[in-house]
């Protein structure tokens, strides 16, 4: 069965400074995997997707995510955190189950920026 | 920049209640999702739909049901609210194809008393 793991409930960074963002998945097929992003009061908004082909993914907002199958990982990074990122971080797989294409997410990860 | 919309936002009501959450949007998207969100948890998918007249239960069992007569919209039923059906309902659409982007509404925050 499939399944997403957020080892990190809640990281805290100064702005600034670099961030990564820790997830692992379990799943018997090529993953289909998705960053989405929850700001208070809103709903999820995709930042990036890994389908096949680099592993380094670019998103939006100067977010990145890097694919290893060996490690079943598609761990989240940003260069320099800015205050505005402050969010709740989801990752999900996709997965085919009974011919339907669904995303199960992970439990999340709470960003705190300081100054 | 996304059109879906859910109403109400905010939800408080007492036990045995039947309650609607609504969920419309504007994309012309055909697949649509019902997920539930509890802090600290995992967001589970309760409820899809392929299209007009098509409706699946996800993966998490849900005492709520759904309809969808028309492509734009996508209501979610509690015929007798409970204490335990207290939870964040997100509703999110795609086009339907394989892993296309979800996009989701802002959520319904129900409190049932």
Not at chain 2, 44 to 53: A, F, M, T
């Amino acid at each position: 069965a499939q399944s997403v793991t957020q080892p990190d409930i809640h990281i805290t960074v100064s702005e600034g400074a670099s961030l990564e963002l820790r997830c692992n998945y379990s799943y018997g097929a090529t993953p289909y995997l998705f960053w989405y992003v929850q700001s208070p009061g809103q709903g999820l908004q995709l930042l990036l997707k890994y389908f096949s082909g680099d592993t380094l993914v670019q998103g939006i907002k100067g977010f990145e995510a890097e694919f290893k199958r060996s490690q079943s990982s598609f761990n989240l990074r940003k260069p320099s955190v800015h205050w505005s990122d402050a969010a709740e971080y989801f990752c999900a797989v996709g997965a085919s189950e009974g011919g339907a294409n669904n995303l199960f997410f992970g439990t999340g990860t709470r960003l705190t920026v300081i100054p | 920049e996304a059109d879906i919309y859910q109403t109400p936002r905010y939800l408080v009501i007492g036990t045995g209640k039947k309650i609607t959450l609504e969920c419309s949007q504007t994309m012309g998207h055909d697949k649509m999702y019902w997920y539930q969100q509890d802090p600290g948890m995992e967001l589970h998918l309760i409820h899809y739909s392929y299209g007009v007249n098509s409706t699946e239960k996800g993966d998490l069992s849900s005492e709520s049901t759904v309809s969808r007569i028309r492509t734009e919209h996508f209501p979610l039923t509690l015929e007798s609210a409970r204490p335990s059906h207290t939870s964040q309902y997100l509703c999110a659409s795609s086009e339907y194809r394989g892993f296309d982007e979800q996009f989701f509404g802002p959520g319904t925050r129900l409190t049932v008393l």
